[in-house]
């Protein structure tokens, strides 16, 4: 049976709205459940800020929610949209588009929740310095959000480029490619921007004075735990961007799609566990002031170390793209 | 199109080295993360010893980044090599 392209891209958009938003909706549920089981122990901790503990508990949970919003946006572009049906590569381009955004959406949600979580105990144990550890959640969930708005951004170049007059083998793959390493890169660094927060609405609650250091050793490990993101979004931007000579082989489609799962895989444990290394010192400069500056020497020299394996899926992706 | 046997062999090679070099980048990434958040700890708790713990952070560290480099060196091995 043969069926007009339009029938292809239309079956592939419905299916991918379905990807967008299912997997874009795991983690800001994870998140917020995590929030409001937080808050739930803080309303009993201290029952006279029950209010303040409420606000900020919906506050947080709004902010980890916009990562999943993001994936509802992607989906009803997916399912209202009129697609050119020029070529086949639209098939490739909208189950690429949901694919980031819906794996994009997983680590930012979660991430988010940690810090609104520990916001909530903090307000219970510190109700003096509230506003000081709402402005800290703020913050932090804030920067969480940047791995998911990498994946929207990745969807709305893939649904919005016209990369009709681009060979269909293998810009396929390279097209599937950059949404998968954008994606799956996301995961890792929303994840660990959220253990950093965390860490730092619970210093910041536990030692108010040492607020102002914690949050500056909080930005820069949260910067640090975004490299891995970044790169995921650069190697998708050049597998958008590059235009590749048709082929016949099927090697070189396949070529280009692991280069953005390698990417993209790769991205996940140096986000985590840069995140996780910013956690303890964040953590531990809050009981420790003194110790801030040895501290923060023994972080950032950690997560260079473990940030070196996502260093490494970087140069196997270039050279892939580049070298073979 | 006429797909031969030897491509798809590459192919399936360059899946191989892609999934290799991803994959394995993850256990490395998180359990050097682990480390370096309890050296932070650690050094909250005696600061006196900063240099030794951070000296220990390392060495620990570069064993738990071996697997990380197994993987790339098979991610080499199956584009450049096979």
């Known amino acids: 049976m043969e069926f007009a392209t339009h029938t292809w891209i239309q079956a592939a958009a419905y299916s991918s709205a379905g990807i967008a938003i299912g997997f874009g909706a795991i983690g800001a549920a994870i998140g917020e459940g995590h929030t409001a089981s937080c808050a739930t122990l803080a309303v009993a901790r201290n029952p006279g800020k029950a209010g303040e503990i409420l606000k900020t508990m919906l506050v947080g949970q709004a902010i980890a929610e916009s990562s999943s919003i993001f994936a509802l946006v992607i989906a009803m572009l997916l399912l209202f949209s009129n697609f050119s049906a020029e070529s086949y590569l639209t098939v490739a381009t909208v189950f690429s588009a949901g694919l980031c955004m819906g794996l994009g959406a997983i680590g930012s949600g979660i991430g988010s929740g940690f810090s609104a979580g520990a916001a909530c105990t903090g307000i219970a144990r510190q109700p003096a310095y509230s506003s000081r550890v709402m402005t800290n959640m703020l913050i932090g969930s804030a920067v969480c959000q940047t791995p998911a708005i990498f994946s929207l951004v990745t969807s709305f170049i893939l649904l919005f480029t016209n990369f009709s007059a681009r060979p269909v083998s293998p810009t396929w793959a390279a097209l599937l490619g950059a949404g998968l390493s954008t994606g799956l890169a996301a995961i890792g660094p929303g994840l660990g921007g959220g253990y950093v927060a965390e860490a730092s609405c619970e210093g910041g609650a536990r030692n108010p004075l040492t607020t102002p250091s914690v949050i500056n050793v909080m930005l820069l490990g949260q910067a640090v735990t975004q490299t891995t993101a970044i790169y995921g979004f650069l190697v998708s931007c050049i597998l958008m961007f590059k235009s590749f000579p048709a082929t016949d082989s099927i090697a070189v489609p396949i070529l280009l799609l692991s280069s953005g799962l390698c990417m993209g895989f790769g991205a996940i444990g140096p986000g985590i566990g840069v995140g996780v290394s910013g956690q303890g010192a964040v953590r531990w400069i809050a009981r420790n002031p003194n110790a801030a500056a040895d501290i923060t020497r023994t972080m950032l020299i950690g997560m260079a170390t473990a940030q070196s394996t996502g260093i490494y899926a970087l140069v196997v992706a270039l050279v892939m793209i580049f070298v073979m | ?82």
Do not use: H, W
């Not at chain 2, 046997?5 to 991803?22: E, F, P, R, T």
């Open chain 2, 1 to 82: 199109m006429a797909i031969e046997g030897a491509d798809i062999v590459k192919a399936a090679a360059y899946l191989g080295a892609g999934l290799a070099m991803g994959l394995g980048a993850i256990g490395p990434g998180v359990g050097e993360g682990i480390t370096a958040s309890k050296a932070c700890e650690a050094i909250g708790k005696n600061p006196n010893e900063a240099g030794l713990i951070t000296r220990t952070m390392l060495v620990g560290q570069a064993v738990a980044e071996s697997t990380g480099i197994y993987s790339l060196v098979i991610a080499l091995l199956l584009l450049f090599v096979v």
